[in-house]
């Protein structure tokens, strides 16, 4: 089992530009989530989802969206990037809630 | 919503002594809680949880952690640190099982040789 992959692992955009982040994982979760970690701020959820089809806002949403076309991935778009989007994006997945399993984590600077 | 307190950002400790970080939380009704760990450069691994039963929870690496509902607290002890344990430790706290994950803002633990 290959866990939660993450791709890209590095990215640097220029501001204005788009991009997505693809989650993948290989353990039939049905939970799936999108957190940002930036230094002293721990990590903080972006959005989740609690099944294919389905998205909910978690605490810091402004400037993302994303799709669960497929149970086993997950993206996370940025539209138009902006210099406060640089930082450290992880995924993760669960079962049913509880325990949470991470991918290695993107990171993405915004010039 | 919830709210998870890590007192230390940052605790050095000399190889081969005890250590223990300190995590608190906000709510009183029953949280299940976490203790994540985060080498450099990598993704979160977990250490150790608490669902229900025994307060004294066992984990990964020698770490073990009790819970405290009377004080919501979740501390993190070891009793012999080495330099592989160099690393960032998070607490996390979710107030029922499909709830999503509360995460203090992290405690650095350096071991000094």
């Known amino acids: 089992n290959a866990g939660v992959t993450q791709t890209p692992k590095f990215r640097v955009l220029k501001t204005g530009q788009s991009m997505t982040l693809l989650c993948a994982q290989d353990m039939n979760h049905e939970y799936m989530y999108w957190y940002r970690q930036d230094p002293g701020m721990g990590l903080r959820l972006i959005h989740y989802?609690?099944?294919?089809?389905?998205?909910a806002k978690g605490e810091v949403p402004d400037g993302y969206n994303v799709s669960r076309l497929k149970k086993q991935n997950f993206l996370l778009g940025l539209e138009s990037a902006a210099p406060s989007q640089t930082s450290v994006y992880f995924c993760a997945s669960s079962y049913s809630g509880g325990e949470q399993f991470f991918g290695p984590g993107t990171r993405l600077t915004v010039l | 919503a919830q709210s998870v307190t890590q007192l230390d950002s940052q605790v050095p400790v000399f190889e081969e002594a005890p250590v223990e970080l300190r995590c608190n939380y906000s709510s009183s009704v029953s949280v299940y809680l976490f203790w994540y760990v985060q080498y450099p450069n990598q993704g979160l691994q977990l250490l150790l949880k608490?669902?229900?039963?025994?307060?004294l929870v066992k984990g990964i690496n020698g770490f073990e952690a009790e819970f405290n509902k009377s004080q919501t607290s979740f501390h993190l002890r070891k009793p012999s640190v080495h330099i592989s344990d160099t690393a960032e430790y998070f607490c996390?706290?979710?107030?029922?099982?499909?709830?999503?994950?509360?995460f203090g803002t992290g405690t650095r633990l350096t071991v000094i040789p």
């Open positions: 608490y669902l229900s039963g025994s307060t």
């Open positions: 996390a706290v979710s107030e029922g099982w499909a709830n999503n994950l509360f």
């Open positions: 989802s609690v099944g294919e089809g389905t998205t």
